[in-house]
Structure formats: structure tokens, C-alpha cells
């Protein structure tokens, strides 16, 4: 049966996720990789109804100790899992490099595939794979994970019905202090292991969910600190289609409370500050994230008048949980991926655009 009309009978039947019948068949997802986030994945598949972990795929004994742990199947790699019997999705929480390697086993298998971000470490791979899942129709994520955040949600929803009026400047401070020990393995003291590429990604990402897409760059890096043939802190300007102009502060060497990762309670990892580090300005308001507030004049708007912040309370969830929801709906045919790879690759564009503009110094259209 075709995909459309299979999910067609699914919703008429109304056998969806949070459904009796997508109890007795749930969706059964693999995880390839078994390192930090791997294993993240595996808690969110385990808290998720609907939804369990079919194996792990690693080729470590690391990989097969933690499988046996877990009680979960174990396969050396994606080609021998295909071959024992094809899950309904796979995680793809393997080595950047191995990206789009595996996607596109996973395409050629016609299984789903969440990739873990970035989708791709050069852009010509990465349009390549957006193209191969295009026309092959297999649905391919990238795990940005933080657009499922439902803070995230209530402030697309609050800006796109215009309760800051037009949009005009936004600014994003990533400031924190990785350790010594972080650096101890060798490839994040190299380039491309830095704070742009591994950190500032998640924040292009949700400035381009929340703002707009971005047109040109100028960047700043330095290596200052530490020494190392990577950056560790970096200026940006952005400028934006719909006019709107953004700054942002990145370091890895700064101790400091302004981070998604120290801000928005999202991994228990990082202990909470209770700061924001996204400030969006419009002409009506002006928003903090993720304190969830917004500054306003009561009545006249005028640096002379009253200004008063309102917080929106919004319930608390795991996003990792929601982003396994929402790959279980798309492999259902339910409903469209909230990142798809081609959302995944325009982020990777603008990444590309800053490093480029770090190293030569010029301002970079995208």
C-alpha cells in the first residue's frame, strides 16, 4: 500500500501514535551509535509510548557491553542490521563524518533516519544526501532538537502573531567554560572542532526557526586563551531576508551563565542559572529566551513611559522525547518532518558562511 494512502487508513482508523493500536505495533526504531547522545536517545525511546528501541548498532564492544545492558538486540553496522530484518527508523548517533554515509544506507534500505546534527561536514555531501532522500522518498530528520522545546513553540506562535510588533534586532550570547579534560581528546583542541561548529549550529538553527532565513555574515574568531589551532571565541553580524539585523556572542572559555545549555533546563547535565540568552526587539516588545518574558509599554510606547515584563508559562518537556514523537508520527505518515534534512542543510550553509568569514575577514552572502 502507498505510504499516503497507508497513513490515510491510519488516521480514518484512528490508529495514531497515542493510540490503542499503536500500542499493540509500536514503532520500532534503531540507534546507531552508542556514545553520550546515543544513549539519550535510548532513555527517550524507553519514555516514549508508542515507540521502542529495536537495537543498537555499534561496532565497539563499548557499543555491544551497553546493548547487553539495556537488553536491546546488537549489530556491528547498518548493513547487518538490514539484513537480520529492517527496523521502522533509525537514529544516526554515529561520528559526524559517518553522516551521510550511513543516510544513505539508510536510504537505500528505504528506513527513516534522525540524524544527529550536523547532517552533513561539507555542504556538497550534504545537498547530495537531501537530494538522494528526495527522490527516493524516504523521510530523512536532523536531530535539531531544540525547535521541539514547546517553549520553542509558544514563541514562533507569540512572534509570528506579532505581540512584538515588527521584528528589528536580535541578539544570542553562547558564553560557558569548557574544562581542561574536554580537551584531552584530540580533535576538539582542531578545527571544525570548536565552538561554531559543534555549539553554534543549534543556535543558527533556532534563529532561523524563530527569525527568519539568513542572507549575509560577518565573523570574527580568535584562539587567544588556550592556544589551539581552533577557535574558542567568536563576534557575529547577521543580517536576515526580512530586514532584521543579529549579533551574537559565542566562547568556550568565559565562566558564565548565558548559554541555551546553562539557561533553558533541557539536559540535566548543565546545572540551571535562571538567565536568558536570546533577546529578540520589535517595535512593541521586546522578548527574553528562555525566560519566556516579553518587555512592554503598558500604554504609550516611549522611553520615557512604564516598562513591564510579562512571563508566559509553558509546561515542561523533554524535547528529545517530543523530537522521538514526532519521527514516530512521520514514519507513521502522519505528519511532516519539523526538521527535515533540507532544514538541516540551510543551517549548515550559514555555518559554512561563518567560518568562511572568520578566515578571510569579509562579510559572506549566503
Known amino acids: 500500500m502507498p505510504r499516503a494512502a497507508a497513513a490515510a487508513l491510519r488516521r480514518q482508523s484512528g490508529c495514531g501514535l497515542n493510540s490503542s493500536c499503536a500500542m499493540k505495533n509500536p514503532v520500532r526504531i534503531a540507534i546507531a551509535g552508542a556514545g553520550l547522545i546515543g544513549k539519550r536517545h535510548a532513555e527517550a525511546i524507553a519514555a516514549t509510548p508508542g515507540v521502542e528501541l529495536h537495537s543498537i548498532i555499534d561496532p565497539s564492544q563499548a557499543g555491544r557491553a551497553h546493548a547487553d545492558e539495556i ?7 547498518l ?37 544527529e546534527k550536523p547532517l552533513a561536514t561539507d555542504l556538497a555531501a ?14 530523512l530528520l536532523v536531530g535539531h532538537h531544540r525547535r521541539h522545546n514547546p517553549l520553542i513553540a509558544q514563541a514562533k506562535a507569540q512572534i509570528e502573531d506579532g505581540l512584538l510588533g515588527t521584528l528589528v534586532a536580535v541578539h544570542g550570547m553562547f558564553w560557558l567554560m569548557k574544562p581542561d579534560d574536554y580537551f584531552e581528546t584530540d580533535w576538539r583542541r582542531q578545527p571544525g572542532g570548536g565552538p561554531i561548529f559543534l555549539n553554534l549550529i543549534h ?10 532565513e539568513i542572507v549575509s555574515v560577518q565573523a570574527l574568531s580568535s584562539n587567544a586563551v588556550r592556544g589551539n589551532p581552533v577557535e574558542e571565541t567568536a563576534a557575529l553580524v547577521f543580517r536576515f ?8 556572542s559565542l566562547s568556550d572559555t568565559i565562566v558564565a551563565p548565558w548559554s541555551w545549555e546553562l539557561t533553558a533546563s533541557e539536559n540535566p547535565a548543565y546545572p540551571p542559572t535562571g538567565q536568558s540568552c536570546y533577546f529578540i526587539g520589535g517595535t512593541h516588545g521586546s522578548m527574553e529566551l528562555p525566560n519566556a518574558k516579553v ?7 516611549s522611553w520615557w513611559e512604564p516598562i513591564s515584563a510579562t512571563r508566559y508559562p509553558v509546561g515542561r518537556e523533554d524535547p528529545l522525547v517530543r523530537q522521538i514523537e514526532q519521527f514516530a508520527r512521520v514514519i507513521r505518515g502522519e505528519e511532516a518532518p519539523l526538521v527535515p ?6 543551517t549548515l550553509q550559514v555555518i559554512d558562511a561563518v567560518q568562511r568569514s572568520a ?8
Open 341 to 346: 534534512a533540507s532544514e538541516g542543510l540551510k
Open 203 to 212: 543556535d543558527i538553527d533556532l534563529l532561523r526557526h524563530l527569525i527568519g
Open 79 to 115: 548493513a547487518a542490521l538490514f539484513e537480520s530484518g529492517k527496523p521502522d527508523g533509525v537514529i544516526l548517533a554515529t561520528p559526524n563524518q559517518l553522516h551521510v554515509e550511513n543516510a544513505l544506507e539508510c536510504v537505500a534500505a528505504g528506513v527513516p533516519a534522525l540524524i
Open 359 to 366: 578566515l578571510s575577514g569579509q562579510a559572506v552572502a549566503l
Open 126 to 139: 550534504g545537498q547530495d544526501l537531501v537530494l538522494a532522500g528526495q527522490r527516493a522518498g524516504v523521510p
Open 295 to 301: 518587555w512592554s509599554n503598558p500604554a504609550k510606547r
Open 241 to 248: 531576508d526580512n530586514g532584521v539585523l543579529g549579533t551574537f
Open 71 to 77: 537488553g536491546a538486540d546488537w549489530h556491528a553496522s
